[in-house]
């Protein structure tokens, strides 16, 4: 739950950012809403910590922006299909076929019923060889374990500890991308990879099909978070720099694209101006 609260943390910072004043007491609060609620049910989620997060039309529209970008993974799927082998590794492929006719080849009738068992047998033994032979690496099994939940998990724990909420420039996802699958075990998945791949039994072959097919789904999910942490970080620190600029600017320099952010921040201004001005009174 640790890891929870960590990703909780960040986004209240990025509530911060995005002008919703969280205080550390109703950060205390929705940790505890997170506690109860749990991750499984998204919208159940979003409108709880709304709720505890967020205590006006504005900041519930800035906290609904926030949440869709900062909770944005998309399901990381358990289905067969994203774990299958790949076609040039696919169990089926002549290069791994088994010489499994040989002892079928012995006499007549007789022997065709001693093969057709003995191929039965070989057969069974084939498939338990496939049901015996699982991932070791770390990643391995977190990703054909099929348990997406923890794959986001990490995810998110891999970003905060490559500080994926400094990127500052587009070009900078791939640079993020690695370093994210790095930290969540990528080196221990090739080494198995690479080792299965070595030892080249058809349940090996398979089993690396499966993790390989594991990998590049990772690193599309991965790849999407990063883009979508990019949006999320550098709109705001943006949108902070901009309006900076244009408090120090003259009006006669400003362009016409400039007037909407001008009203926004006038807006921003007013409001703390009355805000202190009633506390006065």
């Not at 709304?50 to 922006?65: D, H, I, R, Y």
């Not at 289905?79 to 169990?91: C, F, L, R, S, Y």
């Not at 244009?246 to 006038?266: A, T």
């Amino acid at each position: 739950m640790t890891e929870l609260h960590d990703t909780l943390v960040e986004f209240v910072q990025v509530l911060r950012t995005a002008d919703v004043k969280v205080s550390p007491a109703e950060t205390l609060d929705a940790m505890e809403t997170l506690d109860i609620i749990g991750i499984e049910n998204r919208v159940l989620l979003k409108n709880s910590l709304s709720m505890v997060l967020s205590k006006n039309p504005e900041e519930k529209e800035a906290f609904n922006t926030s949440f869709d970008r900062f909770f944005s993974f998309n399901k990381f799927s358990s289905e067969n299909n994203a774990m299958e082998p790949d076609e040039d590794t696919h169990q089926d492929d002549g290069e791994f076929d088994p010489e499994s006719d040989a002892p079928n080849q012995q006499s007549g009738q007789g022997g065709q019923g001693g093969g057709q068992g003995g191929g039965g047998g070989a057969e069974a033994s084939g498939e338990l060889d496939f049901e015996q032979l699982e991932a070791q690496s770390e990643l391995g099994k977190l990703l054909l374990s099929g348990d997406r939940m923890e794959v986001m998990i990490k995810m998110a724990e891999a970003g905060r500890q490559v500080e994926v909420n400094q990127i500052v420039v587009f070009t900078q996802k791939g640079l993020y991308t690695r370093k994210i699958m790095e930290a969540m075990g990528l080196k221990g998945l090739q080494d198995e990879v690479g080792e299965l791949q070595e030892e080249g039994g058809r349940p090996q072959m398979h089993l690396a099909g499966q993790l390989k097919g594991a990998r590049d789904h990772l690193r599309e999910q991965v790849r999407d978070y990063v883009e979508k942490q990019f949006f999320l970080h550098a709109d705001e620190s943006g949108k902070q720099l901009r309006e900076e600029l244009l408090k120090k600017v003259k009006l006669s320099n400003l362009e016409k694209r400039n007037f909407k952010d001008v009203q926004e921040i006038v807006f921003k201004m007013a409001k703390k101006l009355v805000s202190i001005h009633s506390k006065r009174r």
